[in-house]
């Protein structure tokens, strides 16, 4: 995963350092001397995330991070605050200026590229998120809101792990202040309250006597009422490499023992906040444009949508750099299903294709009907030889499977694909079409249930 980060320090040496470690691991790297440079960097440039120094002259690392936080065009940008101190109150202080992490000195260079990358893909869901939101607005679904009041107003829901009882005494003491918290003492009851308990962060020990906490994450993560439900691990300081672990496989944040009570308090009320906003915007998105942008027969979204939304993915892909692709499918000989069987088969035939769509590709991914029997996926940051894969996934998963029209009759489906992915810095959203379709036709042409890439 690659992605830009901006480095704020104001020693050249350390600089230099930075740069080059994140060079080494590919990420695209913009520097800053100090704090009013930083802002405008980040202002300017839109960085994935930023690795802030505190102890700078004039505007130190907190007053530039408040600074971050409280403008609308910054606020999203996850910021790592890298620094000498390393008290449990430097800590809290930076968490409380609105910090994602923060790392002393000497940095180990693991954690460090582990916690990046586990912000960056944080931060593409919330930025999908608000370009659906920005998309909304731009088409009249609905205006944009302050969501300052929202964020805090009700306590949150607290689900907590830990094998050790005076641990889980002090964690629940110190989170009952703010929140609703419940405790429980095994995996098995965790994973049977969190999948019906509607939780609002989950905190589990890594260090559990007689399960794999790592498993535990990965079942949280594998479950569809916790898979976006933010997970706070407890590690051994020093235990490098189960932390690594814990944030490749999506756990949000942790937290090191022995845990400081206000450290503990702050980095849940972060995890709340972001929860809340991520929250937010889904259900802004869902109530503004339901009706207005989505397909009555099989809930994707529509052409509408779909052309305003890939125009602003586009611009974004020539911007970043990242390529964006586009799968344009189409279901074989489906006239002769409305003919055959009646329009009642033929719809169950699309809402059900359009299942098999939404259970395989990302949460990041776009699926939309083009009207028809046609259907697009869009897919940002995604390269050919993955929208391939893709592709091949769904053409196997709707020619493999009959499709139920009535009780007693099934029928065999299949579809041909075409794909395109975006050129750098030349292409429009017109183009990627055009060129899909393009593939489409040949996949049609050369004898259907195929997957065909746009010629290189």
């Known amino acids: ?23 080494a ?39 530039v991070c408040r600074r971050l936080k409280a403008a609308p065009q910054t606020e999203h940008i996850p910021i790592i605050m890298v620094t000498a101190l390393d008290q449990p109150r430097d800590r809290v202080q ?3 200026a609105g910090a994602d992490d923060f790392l002393t000195k000497p940095v180990n260079d693991l954690a460090l590229f582990a916690r990046v990358k586990s912000l960056v893909r944080l931060k593409m869901v919330t930025d999908e998120l608000r370009m659906r939101e920005a998309t909304g607005q731009r088409i009249g679904a609905f205006i944009g809101t302050s969501t300052e009041k929202m964020l805090m107003v009700e306590p949150g829901r607290a689900l907590v792990l830990d094998d050790r009882p005076t641990s889980l005494k002090r964690m629940s003491e110190a989170l009952s202040i703010e929140h609703t918290v419940t405790v ?26 007689e399960f794999d906490g790592l498993r535990l994450c990965s079942q949280l993560r594998s479950l569809e009422a916790t898979r976006q439900t933010p997970i706070l691990a407890i590690v051994e300081e020093g235990d490098m490499t189960r932390l690594v672990r814990a944030l490749d496989m999506g756990v949000n944040d942790y937290l090191l023992r022995p845990v400081d009570r206000n450290e503990l308090v702050a980095r849940c009320r972060t995890q709340l906040r972001r929860k809340r ?11 503004g444009l339901e009706l207005a942008i989505t397909d009555g027969l099989t809930g994707l979204y529509n052409r509408r949508y779909m052309e305003s939304h890939l125009d602003s993915l586009v611009d974004e892909g020539i911007q970043s750099g990242k390529p964006v692709s586009l799968l344009i499918f189409d279901i074989d000989f489906f006239k002769s299903v409305n003919d055959t069987y009646g329009h009642a088969a033929g719809d169950a035939v699309l809402k059900e294709f359009a299942q098999r769509i939404q259970q395989n590709v990302r949460g990041v991914d776009l699926a939309c009907r083009l009207g028809g029997e046609e259907f697009v996926v869009v897919m940002p940051d995604t390269d050919m030889s993955y929208a391939f894969m893709v592709g091949e996934r769904l053409r196997q998963k709707v020619a493999e499977v009959p499709f139920r029209v009535e009780p007693t009759v099934t029928l ?10 975006t050129e750098k810095g030349t292409d429009k959203a017109q183009d990627l ?17 195929r997957v065909v890439a746009e010629a290189a």
């Open 25 to 63: 691991e590919y990420f695209d790297v913009l520097k800053a001397s100090c704090g009013p440079e930083a802002i405008e960097v980040a202002t300017a440039q839109q960085p994935d995330i930023i690795l802030l120094d505190v102890m700078m002259p004039g505007m130190d690392g907190f007053e």
């Open 94 to 96: 930076g968490l409380e």
């Open 277 to 287: 906003y991520q929250d937010y915007l889904r259900d802004k998105f869902q109530r």
């Open 433 to 449: 079409l055009v060129r899909a379709d393009t593939a489409l036709y040949r996949a049609k042409r050369d004898g259907r249930n």
């Open 412 to 421: 065999n489906v299949t579809v041909s694909i075409g794909i395109a992915v």
């Open 1 to 23: 995963m690659t992605a830009r980060v901006l480095i704020v320090d104001d020693v050249p040496a350390n600089l230099k350092l930075l740069d080059a470690k994140l060079t």
């Open 184 to 209: 429980t003492e095994t995996p098995e009851e965790m994973l049977q309250l969190a999948s019906v308990g509607d939780f609002d962060l989950l905190i589990v020990s890594l260090t559990l006597q």
